[in-house]
């Protein structure tokens, strides 16, 4: 079997180092530097302040390019944004 990407992310570094072990005593893996992006999501990190942001933002702008709609005008929607 072969999986092409996986993302591992936590608060907890010996939890995460722990599983990362596990899961190399059964297959076969390499380390890659940190993930910027991941299935069309655009990763960033503040380890200062300990947030990480995930946002969709430049997937959007290619959608809105391919139909021609990057002059719309955005409007609010009906949710809280914490939804």
Do not use: C, W
């Given at each position: 079997m072969y999986?092409?990407?996986?993302?591992k992310a936590g608060k907890d570094r010996?939890?995460?180092?722990?599983?990362?072990e596990k899961i190399h005593e059964n297959l076969s893996m390499k380390?890659?530097?940190?993930?910027r992006h991941i299935l069309r999501l655009r990763i960033e990190r503040?380890?200062?302040?300990?947030i990480?942001?995930?946002?969709?933002?430049d997937y959007?702008?290619?959608?809105?390019r391919?139909?021609?709609m990057e002059n719309s005008k955005?409007?609010?929607?009906p949710l809280v944004t914490s939804t």
């Amino acid at each position: 079997m072969y999986v092409d990407d996986m993302l591992k992310a936590g608060k907890d570094r010996a939890m995460i180092l722990e599983m990362k072990e596990k899961i190399h005593e059964n297959l076969s893996m390499k380390e890659l530097e940190n993930a910027r992006h991941i299935l069309r999501l655009r990763i960033e990190r503040n380890r200062i302040r300990e947030i990480l942001q995930v946002s969709q933002s430049d997937y959007v702008r290619k959608v809105l390019r391919i139909f021609n709609m990057e002059n719309s005008k955005p409007v609010r929607t009906p949710l809280v944004t914490s939804t």
